[in-house]
């Protein structure tokens, strides 16, 4: 009886622990010989930790390799990409880089380092020709000069914005419509100016932090629209126009170098400011210059007063946004939280 008492509760643990086990054997294999020994359950208790331990190291892995992922994961701002808008690019490298570089769209990035995030930052584009898709953003880190490059590829998802579609119909002066020889002359002597001034991509970047308002008034045309001059449908409106009475102060959305303080015939008085690798902001229709080709600006300062000139219905301020030839939305660059 002391026996039995003593044997019944092993029995019983056997039965719960290998329950199937047990199950599985055939009738007449349980005879006295044939029973499983102990030995035999600590083979079994091994073998059943070993899963054990190999499943615990396939959850550690799997939640693992994500963070490791995470590392040098891709964050973009606005998370959701879409033609005609900004995109701040943030990445975490798995490793330590002396400089990252990038193409994007066909466009070359550089990349500027924040050591309080410890991660690499630009500002880049999609421009409003763009269509929807899937597209490769590559990057190029260089490490010291005895080890191999860095070098990532990640997919990203381009979507198609939904602008206004509102018609603006304006009248103008007959020059801008049906320009005649000399004024054609003109239109051609600003043609070339702006292809030499705008499309330089100067390797620093200037602007540093957020994009501030031009001018404290409302918008009266955003980015997008279709224009329509005399009855003539012209190209997309891409920029952002202020309500402002003539003699507004108009000030530098970040700082940079002023790239060009002329007349040209359609902008009339214009300002256009270098923030480096490649992202200029524009500011049309100016009746006054307060700054000159050349000089360094800060976000805030006065660089002209608001007017009329040029191809203007009347006075306001015209502002425009350009990366590397890509023309981008004034009002999503303000929202933009930057480094």
Not at 127 to 145: C, I, M, N, V
Not at 217 to 223: E, L, M, Q, R, Y
Not at 230 to 244: C, S, Y
Not at 319 to 338: E, N, S
């Amino acid at each position: 009886m002391h026996l039995l008492s003593r044997e019944r509760p092993r029995r019983r643990e056997l039965a719960s622990s290998d329950e199937l086990t047990w199950r599985r054997l055939p009738f007449d294999r349980l005879s006295a010989g044939s029973w499983p020994s102990r030995r035999g359950e600590a083979r079994r208790l091994r073998e059943c930790s070993v899963q054990v331990i190999a499943i615990w190291a396939l959850v550690f892995v799997c939640s693992v390799f994500p963070a490791l992922a995470a590392n040098r994961t891709i964050r973009t701002r606005p998370a959701r990409l879409v033609n005609g808008a900004p995109v701040l690019f943030q990445v975490k490298a798995p490793a330590k880089l002396e400089s990252l570089t990038g193409t994007w769209l066909g466009h070359q990035l550089t990349f500027s380092y924040n050591p309080s995030t410890k991660t690499w930052f630009t500002l880049a584009g999609v421009s409003f020709e763009t269509t929807p898709g899937k597209y490769a953003l590559e990057l190029t880190g260089q490490r010291d000069a005895t080890k191999t490059p860095w070098t990532f590829k990640q997919t990203l998802t381009v979507s198609r914005a939904k602008y206004p579609q509102i018609k603006v119909e304006l009248t103008v002066e007959k020059k801008f419509t049906e320009p005649n020889p000399e004024q054609q002359q003109q239109i051609a002597e600003g043609v070339k100016i702006k292809e030499d001034y705008l499309n330089r991509v100067t390797p620093a970047r200037e602007w540093d932090g957020k994009f501030t308002a031009p001018a404290e008034a409302p918008i009266s045309d955003v980015f997008g629209s279709q224009r329509i001059f005399n009855g003539k449908a012209q190209r997309p409106h891409f920029g952002l126009d202020f309500r402002v009475p003539a003699g507004t102060p108009v000030a530098a959305m970040n700082q940079g170098t002023v790239l060009l303080a002329r007349f040209l015939y359609f902008e009339g008085n214009c300002v256009v400011i270098d923030h480096g690798q490649g992202l200029l902001t524009l500011y049309f229709h100016l009746s006054e210059f307060k700054v000159k080709e050349g000089d360094s600006v800060k976000r805030g300062q006065e660089i002209g007063l608001s007017g009329g000139t040029g191809r203007a219905t009347g006075p306001h301020l015209h502002v425009a946004v350009r990366w590397q030839g890509a023309y981008l939305d004034p009002a999503r660059l303000m929202q933009l939280p930057l480094p």
